[in-house]
């Protein structure tokens, strides 16, 4: 009866084992993953071995677009000097097989889950890199206002955020990888499909871990350890 609700991992292998691991005592038997799943941090293929072992439906994120592109032009170097090391120990720990498998996944999609219409989407419906926040002019909160849907899910500010809109809800569960609302500990969503209520988790977990891989790969990037 419980489902999870997951984005913006950003390879945080750290991060999601904490959510996993609460999402498997607490009995979720699903989860719905809204994008960015590569991107800043460095263990791509933990993350995915991870998420193999459960059922889930997810899309692709801004993160996975920037990845694509950076494959096709090879441009890692320029890359590197504003998001940090990420992608090209991506592209160095993961088969191209595995790469390929996330970056097929759709941008959007609809779907329904024990006759709850849900919408996914990373930004906004139409843009992939929109952000949108809680207390975003209202003409930016209604490109989430997705007609014939009971939930509309997204993502990408890395800061949870709830309201209702035109008998919808409307939710961003905050990001696992890299949370930017000040508070400690992985953010995500539990949905419980009975009675549809949802509510925000945090998970602690060992920042240390990630903070040393930062300094070890990036530190001309000392924002990327600020977050935790």
Same mark, same amino acid.
């Given at each position: 009866?419980?489902?999870?609700? @997951?984005? *913006?991992?950003?390879?945080?292998? &750290? ?6 691991? =609460? #999402? ?5 038997? =699903?989860?719905?993953? #809204? /994008? ?17 072992? +459960?059922? +889930? ?15 096709? =032009?090879? =441009?890692?170097?320029? #890359? ?7 992608? %090209? ?24 889950? $024990? ?7 990373? /930004?906004?419906?139409?843009?992939? *890199? ?13 490109? @989430?206002?997705?007609?014939?849907? $009971? ?8 800061? !949870?955020?709830? +309201? ?8 961003? !569960? ?10 400690? /500990? ?26 040393? %891989?930062?300094?070890?790969? *990036?530190?001309?990037? !000392?924002?990327? #350890?600020? &977050?935790?």
């Amino acid at each position: 009866m419980l489902i999870g609700i @997951l984005s *913006d991992i950003h390879s945080n292998y &750290y991060a999601l084992k904490s959510v996993l691991n =609460k #999402a498997k005592k607490i009995g979720i038997d =699903k989860l719905i993953i #809204a /994008g960015d799943y590569f991107g800043y941090y460095y263990n791509p293929d933990l993350v995915l071995s991870l998420l193999q072992n +459960w059922d +889930w439906i997810g899309i692709k994120g801004n993160h996975e677009i920037i990845l694509e592109n950076l494959i096709k =032009k090879k =441009k890692f170097k320029e #890359a590197k000097t504003r998001y940090g090391s990420s992608y %090209e120990i991506t592209v160095k720990k993961l088969k191209k097989k595995e790469i390929l498998k996330i970056l097929k996944l759709p941008s959007t999609k609809s779907f329904i889950i $024990d006759k709850i219409r849900i919408f996914l989407c990373h /930004g906004s419906p139409k843009n992939i *890199d929109k952000y949108i926040y809680k207390n975003s002019p209202i003409k930016d909160k209604k490109l @989430l206002d997705v007609k014939n849907h $009971d939930l509309v899910i997204y993502g990408h500010t890395h800061y !949870p955020a709830k +309201w209702n809109y035109s008998k919808r809800i409307i939710l961003n !569960p905050g990001s696992v990888g890299q949370p930017r609302d000040n508070k400690p /500990g992985a953010s995500w969503a539990l949905l419980d499909k009975r009675t549809k209520k949802i509510v925000f988790m945090r998970e602690n977990y060992n920042v240390q871990k990630i903070k040393k %891989e930062c300094k070890k790969h *990036d530190p001309h990037l !000392p924002f990327l #350890a600020s &977050y935790f």
